[in-house]
């Protein structure tokens, strides 16, 4: 009788164990094409976070996993669209023509969170630039900014003249354009090339989110920050997915990654980022870079007021151009983001 007892008890455990295997095996991989480092807080901070998200809200169906190395992160939002990729992020401002109205994002002299104008672009969009159909092709899963960013220089400048014929790098977009404004000369490049371009002397600066005195240890090749309250611009983030991969799960675990997505990860990004920011101006003040915030008695202050109006009614009239109001949008965007209080999430 024990024998019997025996059996039937190993017999139970082999049936557990094989269940267990086959359900673990079967958990679905989301795979995410990611760029810059992995100690970069994207992929050391809100994706992990991100990730946790989605396994427990679809009970560990689906795990996450990032996948670097992939080209250059203009080219992903055709990875994932051709179902290279599962998913990915990429900078608006790395595709000129086929994104516009994103650059509501990148405004100049925001001054607000990058949590605030993270939170405020997810929910314009919701309401008024999809309809566009700028992403289409792909699901959205977040939209999100960076923190204010700084004219970054190898070498200290005293006055606006002496910005005049430098080559500083823009990613494009608004920055390109307040670039062009400054009388520099504006120099392209992806965000992993620049410590590269400024350590070589390629470049005689950046415009970039003090962040990446950190993030991109461009303390190391970088004397002086110049910015105005709420930045010389923004940077314009989407994370996104591909529509075949999202209806090849189940309803419950898309409408699970879903719920855990879009507003939510729009502001856990942007509160990511902004920390990060943070922590750039703590490394460049320990490296000795200086930074200076320009007041409304400056030059810089008053030059970069102007060029935000014009920036800001050319952007009008684009908007216009593809069928939105965008008095109205810059107008409900700009309240949105620098009265936003409450966390969302």
Do not use: C
């Not at 993270?118 to 289409?136: D, F, M, P, T």
């Not at 303390?219 to 611009?233: A, C, D, K, L, R």
């Not at 490296?287 to 915030?293: H, I, M, P, Q, R």
């Amino acid at each position: 009788m024990k024998s019997v007892l025996r059996l039937f008890a190993l017999a139970t455990i082999a049936v557990a164990s094989t269940l267990f295997t086959l359900s673990a095996s079967a958990a679905t991989t989301l795979r995410i094409a990611t760029w810059l480092a992995p100690t970069h807080p994207m992929n050391a901070e809100v994706f992990p976070i991100w990730s946790e998200w989605v396994e427990e809200a679809t009970e560990g169906r689906v795990k996450v996993k990032l996948e670097y190395d992939l080209g250059h992160p203009r080219s992903y939002f055709d990875l994932v669209e051709d179902g290279v990729a599962d998913a990915g992020w990429s900078l608006h401002a790395y595709v000129p023509g086929r994104f516009v109205l994103t650059e509501l994002s990148e405004m100049p002299m925001t001054n607000a969170t990058a949590e605030a104008t993270s939170v405020a672009y997810w929910r314009i969009n919701e309401q008024y630039l999809s309809k566009a159909g700028e992403h289409e092709g792909i699901t959205l899963l977040g939209l999100f900014t960076e923190g204010a960013a700084a004219l970054q220089l190898r070498k200290p400048v005293e006055t606006l003249d002496d910005l005049k014929g430098l080559k500083i790098r823009a990613p494009g977009g608004i920055a390109s354009q307040i670039g062009h404004e400054l009388g520099v000369t504006n120099v392209s490049a992806p965000a992993p090339k620049v410590y590269e371009l400024l350590q070589q002397g390629v470049v005689d600066g950046v415009m970039i989110a003090p962040m990446t005195q950190k993030s991109l240890r461009l303390n190391e090749v970088i004397s002086q920050m110049i910015s105005v309250p709420g930045g010389v611009f923004r940077g314009s983030f989407s994370f996104f997915a591909s529509e075949d991969f999202l209806d090849g799960l189940s309803s419950k675990d898309r409408n699970a990654i879903l719920s855990i997505s879009g507003e939510k990860f729009s502001a856990m990004a942007g509160r990511v980022w902004e920390q990060a920011n943070i922590d750039g101006f703590s490394v460049a003040s320990e490296s000795g870079v200086s930074y200076t915030e320009a007041d409304q008695a400056t030059p810089i202050y008053q030059t970069l007021d102007r060029i935000t109006s014009e920036v800001r009614s050319d952007w009008v009239k684009k908007a216009s151009s593809r069928g939105v109001d965008g008095q109205k949008v810059l107008d409900e965007y700009l309240a949105l983001a620098t009265g936003y209080t409450n966390s969302a999430f």
